[in-house]
């Protein structure tokens, strides 16, 4: 139960964020995203939630999913399994304990550093693993992407199903959002829900 698509031949895209911690953008990507009329899903770590803990709420009462990116951001195929256990539940839990929203249980190994054992461990919690399928280099604040380039790389590369992977703490990706959600318009494509991805698999 991991998956890097969703099976779909309709032109349907599941936007998706990594938020390890907050940079000052994503209210505006929010913004964004409701004036879009697009939902998304964030993959948080506990840091991010328990730092940002309104910001999280918003995202559940604007219809996002809000989804497990474990406590540490660990290598998991180093952890044992009770380690990696401890890392999706006390995120999960403390999602419940700090905005009162229950976790959407789906997950995304931190690095995309996966092992047999990783996958089994999430599944047997109930998990559903997302990878991606689009990606750049967007995650070093240091070393960022043209905001052109963003939405050149989305031109480019979407694709019926595409699970895109973005950072949050992007200003390359806060700058190009509008636009790369208007060019997805533009070719015809609607945004999913990664619970269509669950419906899918059943079929």
């Not at 380690?83 to 304990?97: A, D």
Request: glycine share 4%; charged share 25%.
């Amino acid at each position: 139960d991991a998956h890097y698509i969703v099976p779909v031949s309709d032109k349907r895209i599941y936007i998706t964020f990594d938020c390890g911690y907050e940079n000052g953008f994503t209210p505006d990507m929010l913004d964004i995203l409701k004036e879009e009329d697009v939902t998304a899903a964030f993959f948080v770590t506990q840091t991010f939630i328990r730092d940002n803990i309104d910001i999280v709420k918003r995202m559940k009462e604007e219809g996002h999913l809000v989804c497990n990116h474990t406590v540490t951001h660990p290598s998991m195929p180093s952890k044992s399994i009770d380690e990696q256990k401890n890392e999706l539940l006390t995120c999960e839990r403390y999602m419940k304990e700090a905005t009162g929203y229950d976790m959407d249980l789906f997950f995304r190994p931190p690095r995309g550093e996966y092992s047999q054992r990783t996958l089994q461990m999430a599944h047997d919690l109930g998990y559903t693993t997302v990878f991606w399928s689009m990606a750049y280099l967007d995650y070093d604040v240091n070393n960022q992407p043209s905001a052109d380039h963003v939405v050149e790389h989305f031109s480019k590369y979407h694709h019926p199903g595409a699970i895109p992977l973005i950072h949050n703490v992007s200003k390359a990706n806060h700058d190009a959002l509008r636009s790369v959600l208007e060019l997805l318009k533009r070719e015809g494509y609607s945004f999913g829900s990664l619970y269509e991805l669950k419906s899918e698999i059943v079929k």
